[in-house]
């Protein structure tokens, strides 16, 4: 597809599992974002990869927060032993390069439900 | 976690009128500013953007002013339609400065009356 394709786009999971999130970006896009959105609210960012640059990780809440990026295409985020304040939608945007004014381009997310 | 999100600004119109949406930035060093639309459901979409050296910008149905001295940014949407019901955010970015990060707004709710 031509968009910022996410999976899955639902997951529920006990207290306690890891969960891992994928995300592909649109293709030839160099910088992909992570975000998290609670209900109502609005994105809080969570991490940054541009190219074969170190990440920017300033934003994940906590050490049991990981993400990875191959190159320039899919990127992972990991949740371990995860908690109910970790019920959000996470979601994955792409631009074209990270020079800041270009749009992000965002997928549908993740909806993430820790019972 | 914050409630205040909870209690999204609200603005409802009638299907046919204009919608204003309104945008108060935090930092005067901004000089790039995107509107996005999030219905139920989806991700956030692109809409229209606008650079510091522009105080107006036009689309398909849209405009978007940007005033810097109060540091303002408003989105119009004319003949607004019911498929124009989501939340409305905008974003901050300082481009100059080679960052990154997009800086978001807590969002507008847009009710559209048929």
């Known amino acids: 597809g031509a968009g910022v394709s996410q999976s899955p786009s639902n997951k529920v999971t006990e207290k306690g599992k890891d969960v891992e999130l994928r995300c592909d970006p649109i293709?030839?896009?160099?910088?992909l974002y992570w975000y998290r959105q609670r209900l109502g609210q609005g994105l809080e960012f969570l991490i940054y990869f541009q190219g074969n640059s170190a990440p920017d990780k300033s934003g994940l809440p906590s050490d049991r927060f990981s993400a990875e990026r191959t190159g320039e295409s899919v990127s992972t985020l990991t949740i371990q032993r995860t908690q109910q304040e970790d019920s959000a939608v996470y979601l994955c945007?792409?631009?074209?390069?990270?020079?800041?004014?270009?749009?992000?381009?965002f997928g549908d997310g993740t909806r993430l439900s820790i019972l | 976690g914050e409630s205040v999100g909870l209690h999204l600004p609200t603005l409802s119109v009638q299907e046919g009128d204009n919608s204003i949406i309104n945008c108060a930035y935090s930092?005067?060093?901004?000089?790039?500013f995107i509107w996005y639309k999030q219905e139920s459901g989806k991700g956030p979409q692109f809409i229209i953007d606008i650079r510091s050296n522009m105080d107006k910008r036009q689309g398909q149905r849209v405009t978007v002013l940007l005033n810097k001295t109060v540091k303002h940014l408003s989105l119009q949407i004319a003949a607004t339609q019911p498929g124009d019901s989501a939340v409305y955010f905008c974003a901050e970015n300082m481009s100059g400065a080679g960052s990154y990060q997009l800086t978001f707004g807590k969002g507008t709710k847009l009710s559209v009356i048929p």
């Open positions: 930092n005067s060093a901004s000089d790039y």
């Open positions: 945007a792409s631009s074209l390069d990270a020079h800041g004014n270009q749009p992000q381009h």
């Open positions: 293709s030839g896009h160099t910088a």
